[in-house]
C-alpha cells in the first residue's frame, strides 16, 4: 500500500524540542519540515530591527501591520548546516530569531491577531500538498484543526531551561540559567493567556512528555503511535 500524504501537527511549550522532534520526524518520512515559531521569530525580529517595540515592549501595531505587506519570509536549504535557515527580505536572520532578544519578545508579537493571520497565510499555503509536519502553538486546534496526527508536547520547565541554556551556551554565547528559567516560565504564561489561539492542547493530541526522553526515544514513541495506523514508512 502506498504511503498517504498527511499533515502531522506538533504543538506544545517553549522549549521541548518541538523542532528538533518534527525534524527528526521529517527526515524519516521524507515530508517537509516547516517551522512556524521562527516565522513568529522572524516578525518579531524585523519589529525589533525598526525600532516597532519599545524598551516596555509596547508595540506599534499600526506600523507594524502595514509592513506585514512587504515582509517576506522564507525558509532557504544551508549546505553549509545542512538545514533551512530563515530569511527575512532576502537576509539570512537565523542566528538573530534563536537570540534572547527576540525569545523575549516573541510571545506578545504572536499574540498579535493580524500577524497571526499573516503566519497562517504562510502555513497553509505550505500545507496545500500535505506531506508536511509543523510545529508552534496552535497547528492543532487553529491552523489545522483536521490535521491527521496532533501531538502535543511538554517537559518539566527547570528541564526546558537547561536544554535552552545548554544551546545558548553551545553558541558561544553568554547565558544565566536563572534567566533562562524566568524566560521559559513567562513565555509559558503569555502563550497560554493570550486572547488570540491561546495555548491549547486538542482534544484528540497525544501527549509527548519527554522530559526524560532523548531524540531516539521520541522517534520510537512516534513509531508505536502512529506507523501502523497511518502506513507511515520510517527510512
Not at 521524507?30 to 524598551?55: F, M, S
Amino acid at each position: 500500500m502506498e504511503m498517504e500524504k498527511i499533515i502531522i501537527a506538533v504543538d506544545g511549550h517553549s522549549s521541548t524540542g518541538k523542532s528538533t522532534f518534527a525534524k527528526a520526524v521529517a527526515a524519516k518520512l521524507g515530508y517537509i519540515y516547516v517551522d512556524t515559531g521562527a516565522l513568529y521569530r522572524g516578525v518579531t525580529c524585523y519589529a525589533l530591527k525598526n525600532g516597532l517595540i519599545d524598551q516596555n515592549n509596547n508595540i506599534d501595531k499600526e506600523n507594524l501591520k502595514e509592513a506585514l505587506k512587504s515582509i517576506e519570509l522564507r525558509f532557504i536549504f544551508s549546505p553549509s548546516v545542512g538545514a533551512s535557515e530563515l530569511h527575512l527580505n532576502g537576509v539570512n536572520i537565523e542566528k538573530e530569531i534563536r537570540g534572547l532578544e527576540v525569545a523575549g519578545r516573541v510571545s506578545i508579537v504572536a499574540s498579535i491577531p493580524f500577524v497571526r493571520e499573516f503566519v497562517d497565510s504562510i502555513l497553509h499555503k505550505a500545507g496545500e500538498e500535505k506531506g508536511v509536519i509543523m510545529d508552534g502553538r496552535d497547528i492543532g486546534t487553529v491552523v489545522f484543526p483536521d490535521a491527521e496526527i496532533k501531538i502535543f508536547m511538554t517537559a518539566d520547565p527547570k528541564v526546558r531551561a537547561m536544554r535552552r541554556y545548554r544551546e545558548i551556551i553551545a553558541k558561544g554565547e553568554s547565558a544565566d540559567f536563572d534567566e533562562v528559567l524566568a524566560n521559559v516560565i513567562e513565555r509559558d504564561r503569555l502563550d497560554e493567556t493570550r486572547e488570540t489561539a491561546p495555548l491549547r492542547r486538542a482534544p484528540d493530541a497525544i501527549f509527548l512528555d519527554n522530559s526524560e526522553m532523548n531524540m531516539d526515544d521520541q522517534i520510537v514513541w512516534f513509531v508505536n503511535n502512529f506507523s501502523d495506523r497511518w502506513n507511515l514508512k520510517l527510512k
